[in-house]
């Protein structure tokens, strides 16, 4: 168990020290300050150290499962707190990204995404995503990404622990917000709080398939069926 904090921030992590670094600035530089972090580290064995901040705290995985909601819900279970926010290795948030999902959590929301800019190593801009909840579209089209969620702590609140490539479908962020938007009070925070890197070094998306459907015009060839 970690210290007892508003809010616990879960971070998985494989092999990439470099993003995680950044990542992990990003969350120290939060405006909204009474929060815990949690690493845990997919078996990857190159997390060397850490930010020297008591909030901070490591756990190794002694191998690798490759499955992100597997790795989220051992830093859910390991953490107190009233709410949970996730945030992988490769993202960043804003200054205010904690702050304004905490606003909106005490304002009656359960679970809340905020907008995200996607962008390329470059730091060219591909996209911004901020769509308003609408479970209807959510069947078709998957505008939320874990690093943008930030939710009530509930009983036996858990991703999917089945294994997924980069070309399987639906995602554990798709599933578990489709899952958990049915009976609970599912907001968007329309700002702007998370930067998505786009990159080849992804094992998590599928991006070949990506720029194939957005250059057809689509966004999405896929429909949630669970």
Not at 53 to 77: A, E, F, H, K, S
Not at 110 to 129: I, P
Not at 171 to 186: A, G, H, I, M, P
Request: no cysteine; charged share 30%; glycine share 6%.
């Amino acid at each position: 168990m970690g210290p007892d904090a508003t809010v616990a921030v879960v971070v998985p992590t494989f092999r990439r020290a470099e993003l995680l670094r950044s990542a992990l600035g990003s969350v120290l530089a939060q405006t909204f300050t009474d929060f815990t972090v949690l690493v845990v580290d997919d078996g990857g064995g190159q997390v060397q150290s850490l930010p020297p901040d008591p909030r901070v705290r490591l756990v190794r995985r002694p191998r690798n499962t490759g499955v992100l909601g597997m790795v989220n819900n051992i830093g859910i279970r390991l953490t107190r707190s009233r709410y949970t926010a996730l945030l992988n290795d490769d993202n960043r948030w804003r200054t205010d990204h904690l702050e304004r999902a905490v606003q909106a959590l005490e304002s009656g929301a359960d679970l809340v995404y905020t907008g995200m800019r996607r962008h390329l190593e470059d730091d060219t801009e591909v996209d911004v995503l901020a769509v308003p909840f609408d479970r209807r579209a959510l069947r078709w089209r998957s505008f939320t990404d874990s690093s943008s969620l930030v939710m009530r702590r509930l009983p036996g609140m858990v991703f999917s622990r089945a294994p997924r490539g980069k070309s399987d479908f639906p995602k554990e962020d798709w599933e578990f917000v489709w899952r958990y938007s049915r009976r609970l009070r599912t907001r968007l925070v329309p700002t702007v709080t998370v930067d998505y890197l786009i990159h080849d070094g992804s094992y998590l998306t599928d991006w070949q398939g990506f720029w194939k459907r957005r250059a057809r015009g689509e966004d999405s060839d896929h429909e949630f069926t669970a």
